[in-house]
């Protein structure tokens, strides 16, 4: 895997915290440090303070943090050209970023949360992967990791807009692998069951007590184990692609 990832720049959204901070960290350690990563996510302190905690550890790493809401579409291109020369060339798009707002049922859920979450889970990943794309194109490689869900391949209830939201990234997923076929760009889809993050938090609008009780009773995946299986899926040999992947902790149903 080290040597598959050598020298790639990674740009990561959501990488100020959860699985997309942990799959920051993956990549350096999975690369011996030996990586670019481009760290977007709205909280440009808590990204600020992982840069320097991971350049002590991997002092050889080059290290790009910016703030990016993806929500707001039309800074999206703007936040790639302005990246330095040596962060410019991706070769890795993790498309992370992603929430759940709230636990309304159908009629009682405010237009501020399904915007929330449509625009930050299905506008604003399909606007930075039509920003990267011409790049993997016009080098005909690249891999776009998608964040999907367990709950892009099952709905519950008051779940209704997060489920939707990740029904349509692996729709939108499936559609562009195959747009991309004869080409050598991979397209993945992670989708993950319950893991420990502060994705609860976020839902339950900083009730602690209620996030902290969604992993109380069964043993949840952890943000590392999600990263580890995105730097695996993106270190396979170039001529295959782990295009679907359901991840479970191994007691969830
Ligand atoms: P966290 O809440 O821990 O992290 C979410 C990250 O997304 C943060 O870094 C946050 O940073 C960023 N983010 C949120 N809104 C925006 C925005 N508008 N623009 C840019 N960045 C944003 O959640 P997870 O790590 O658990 O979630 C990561 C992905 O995994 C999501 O797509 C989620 O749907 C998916 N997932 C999570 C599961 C879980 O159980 N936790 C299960 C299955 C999938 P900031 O606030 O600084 O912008």
Do not use: W
């Not at 299986?229 to 396979?236: C, E, K, N, P, Q």
């Amino acid at each position: 895997a080290a040597e598959r990832l050598s020298g790639k720049t990674i740009f990561i959204t959501g990488a100020s915290a959860g699985i997309g901070q942990a799959t920051a960290l993956e990549y350096l350690d999975a690369s011996n440090g030996n990586v670019k990563l481009i760290l977007a996510a709205r909280r440009l302190d808590r990204l600020e303070e992982f840069k320097e905690k991971a350049l002590k550890e991997y002092s050889s790493a080059k290290i790009y943090i910016g703030q990016l809401d993806v929500t707001q579409f039309d800074k999206i291109q703007p936040f790639l050209d302005g990246l330095p020369e040596e962060f410019k060339d991706i070769d890795i798009l993790v498309n992370n970023a992603g929430k759940a707002l709230g636990s309304d049922k159908v009629g009682e859920i405010s237009t501020a949360d399904i915007e929330g979450m449509i625009n930050t889970n299905v506008v604003g990943l399909i606007t930075v992967t039509q920003a990267v794309l011409p790049i993997f194109k016009a080098k005909n490689s690249g891999d776009i990791v998608n964040l999907g869900s367990v709950a892009g391949r099952e709905a519950y209830p008051t779940g209704s807009i997060y489920c939707a939201t990740k029904h349509a990234v692996r729709a939108f997923t499936q559609s562009l692998r195959k747009e991309l076929i004869d080409t050598k760009i991979r397209v993945i889809e992670i989708d993950p069951g319950n893991v420990e993050t502060e994705f609860s938090l976020v839902r339950y609008k900083g009730d602690a007590v209620r996030a902290k009780k969604v992993y109380e009773n069964t043993e949840p995946l952890y943000a590392d184990d999600v990263a580890d299986l995105i730097v695996y899926t993106t270190s396979r040999k170039p001529n295959t692609v782990v295009a679907d992947v359901l991840l479970f902790a191994t007691n969830q149903a």
